[in-house]
């Protein structure tokens, strides 16, 4: 696999408080984990996985309008093996997806990012100008 290719991820839909999901294969080792997820509500969640792997945000934007929250998290795995990741956040219904890249990533595993507040076809976060070459996309739309 090239740096950066998609291994395996996966979409949940009204999953229950605390959300945990589980990546359907092993995750590998210096590997990056994505946890996107939204809800009805503007707190700020915990979240962990089953590895004990560190989260960082990489984005949050919350629609006031619509009183809606979109949130971007990363991690890199710790070892090849079974993961969970659980998020743990007020709020009525959300959506979850996580996903799993290759790495590796620990030195640089977020490079720019972008939202924006949009609808209809045509939505659009706007662009983003990548500061490094044969990097790969993840865009998350809830």
Same mark, same amino acid.
Request: no cysteine.
């Given at each position: 696999m090239a740096f950066g290719d998609f291994v395996q991820g996966g979409f949940t839909d009204n999953p229950a408080s605390p959300w945990t999901v589980a990546f359907t294969g092993n995750v590998v080792a210096g590997n990056l984990l994505v946890a996107a997820f939204g809800r009805a509500t503007n707190s700020t969640p915990t979240v962990t996985d089953s590895q004990g792997n560190t989260y960082a945000l990489a984005r949050s934007h919350y629609d006031v309008g619509n009183d809606y929250r979109l949130?971007?998290?990363?991690?890199?795995? *710790? %070892?090849s093996a079974a993961c969970s990741i659980t998020v743990t956040a007020?709020? *009525? %219904?959300?959506e979850f997806t996580r996903a799993e890249f290759t790495g590796p990533f620990a030195s640089s595993r977020l490079d720019v990012v972008n939202s924006a507040i949009g609808s209809g076809v045509n939505a659009s976060s706007g662009n983003v100008t990548p500061t490094d070459s044969g990097v790969r996309g993840v865009g998350y739309h809830g």
């Open positions: 949130d971007v998290w990363t991690a890199i795995a *710790g %070892s007020a709020g *009525g %219904s959300a």
